[in-house]
């Protein structure tokens, strides 16, 4: 069935590091993806979309890129600040409701 | 004010006792969703409704019920709650679309079951 797999945090960084949170998935359509993000005591917001293969999605200085041939759609970030510790999800939509999660991954960034 | 609003924020309960939990929008959304969320497992869609009259069960829908009262207001209700339902719930909504209709959500209601 359709899945999404996300790197288990979780994941710990200095200030000014390179981010990367890994995701792949499994759809047997051509699925829209997603990456929301949550902080402490808050629901999930929209982060950033990538709707086809080669699209990139950015938004506050993070990126992912829908990558069809290895069925990906990492999250990267160049330099991470102490403001972005959350938990990030990555997800996937098809059809007309089938939203899928991953289990999240944790980011700690340190001062 | 927030787009989308769940009451109550936190809930502590008994096994046995029956509970609802309330979300409302404004963002005018026809679709609605609930979702249970507990650590390790991601969010698991509990039930869906793309309109008043259209009310569906997602993956987990057992031990659940919903009403959609009108377009702005969906409820989550448990009958009689055990405790393997403590988890953080959320509602959420997103508009109608061809497929990439991202999702908005409430801030979540934690409810312990005792």
């Known amino acids: 069935g359709d899945s999404v797999t996300q790197m288990e945090g979780p994941v710990t960084l200095s200030e000014e590091a390179f981010l990367t949170i890994n995701c792949t998935y499994t759809?047997?359509?051509?699925?829209?993806l997603f990456w929301y993000v949550q902080y402490p005591g808050e629901g999930l917001q929209l982060l950033l979309k990538?709707?086809?293969?080669?699209d990139k999605g950015s938004n506050k200085g993070f990126e992912a890129t829908y990558r069809k041939e290895t069925t990906s759609f990492h999250l990267e970030k160049g330099s991470v600040q102490v403001s972005d510790s959350a938990v990030y999800f990555c997800?996937?939509?098809?059809?007309?409701?089938?939203?899928?999660f991953g289990t999240g991954t944790r980011l700690k960034v340190l001062a | 004010d927030a787009d989308v609003t769940q009451t109550p924020r936190n809930r502590i309960t008994k096994t046995g006792k029956r509970i609802m939990l309330e979300c409302s929008q404004t963002?005018?959304?026809?679709?609605m969703y609930w979702y249970r969320q507990d650590p390790g497992l991601g969010l698991r869609l509990i039930y869906y409704?793309?309109?008043?009259?259209?009310?569906n069960k997602g993956e987990i829908s057992d031990g659940y019920s919903v009403s959609r009262q009108a377009q702005a207001k969906f409820s989550l209700s448990l009958e009689s709650a055990i405790p393997n339902q403590t988890a953080l719930y959320f509602c959420?909504?997103?508009?109608?679309?061809?497929?990439?209709?991202?999702?908005?959500f409430g801030d979540g209601t934690r409810l312990s079951i005792l």
């Open positions: 963002k005018g959304h026809d679709r």
């Open positions: 409704s793309f309109d008043v009259k259209d009310i």
């Open positions: 997800a996937l939509m098809w059809g007309t409701y089938k939203y899928i």
């Open positions: 990538a709707t086809k293969a080669d």
């Open positions: 959420a909504t997103s508009d109608a679309g061809t497929g990439d209709q991202p999702q908005h």
């Open positions: 759809a047997t359509g051509y699925p829209s």
